[in-house]
């Protein structure tokens, strides 16, 4: 059964980085399959933010695509997103998941989510 | 704003069928079969129910059902039973810069 557990600060001062790891279990990462993150806040909903494959190849929503870096790291079975000058609208949930074989989509197996407060 | 639009909320009485739907352009939902739905249930991480339109993953209840015509993909709930009351998102592969993007979500209420 494959698992993902999202990891990092629960808050993060307005015009700083915001760092967050995904570590999978259970699936190697380097087996295949996409990986990405996506956000949910209360006013905007559910919003995809990048997506990796184990080879490295990365793509982004093009409206965070100046602030976010994702990356992966198959050694650690884990990939991370860097979302650098957050601002109060970049608090959220942060969640990771995993998405198709072939394609960025679907997302079939997700973590449960991390919270993340912007705010100094 | 929302990239795909869905109705803010549905309700139906238990044993009734609902129908939700999701409407974008033809740059995503009417020009090609890649919609899935997902359910959420509150504080939780949404869950994968349908993909490619119509195509239910392992263990997904057969009374969760998908279509498309157009622009608007539906999402069809038959035989209603209270654990469906839920969060429900549409998604759809996009021909643009941003090749995924998410509806603003239906709250299902079973009366």
């Known amino acids: 059964q494959v698992q993902l557990q999202e990891s990092g600060p629960g808050l993060v001062k307005p015009s700083e980085t915001l760092s967050l790891t995904c570590t999978a279990s259970?699936?190697?990462?380097?087996?295949?399959?996409?990986w990405g993150w996506i956000r949910q806040t209360p006013g905007k909903g559910l919003e995809w933010i990048a997506t990796i494959y184990h080879s490295g190849s990365t793509y982004y929503n093009s409206s965070l695509k100046s602030r976010v870096t994702i990356s992966v790291d198959t050694s650690k079975n884990q990939f991370s997103l860097k979302l650098t000058s957050v601002t109060a609208a970049d608090t959220a949930v942060y969640y990771c998941?995993?998405?198709?074989?072939?394609?960025?989509?679907?997302?079939?197996?997700w973590g449960q989510g991390t919270l993340v407060t912007v705010s100094s | 704003q929302s990239a795909l639009t869905q109705p803010a909320s549905v309700s139906g009485s238990p044993g009734q069928s609902i129908t939700i739907s999701c409407t974008g352009t033809?740059?995503?939902?009417?020009?090609?079969?890649?919609v899935s739905w997902y359910q959420q249930y509150p504080g939780k991480a949404p869950k994968l129910i349908i993909y490619?339109?119509?195509s239910r993953p392992s263990g997904v209840s057969n009374r969760f059902s998908g279509s498309k015509s157009g622009n608007t993909a539906s999402l069809t709930i038959s035989g209603l039973q209270a654990e469906d009351e839920a969060d429900y998102y549409c998604?759809?592969?996009?021909?643009?810069?941003?090749?995924?993007?998410f509806g603003g979500g239906t709250e299902l209420t079973v009366l």
């Open positions: 998941a995993r998405g198709g074989v072939a394609t960025i989509w679907p997302f079939d197996y």
């Open positions: 259970g699936y190697s990462i380097s087996s295949g399959h996409y």
């Open positions: 490619d339109v119509t």
């Open positions: 033809s740059s995503d939902v009417g020009g090609y079969n890649h």
């Open positions: 998604s759809s592969y996009r021909k643009s810069s941003t090749p995924v993007v």
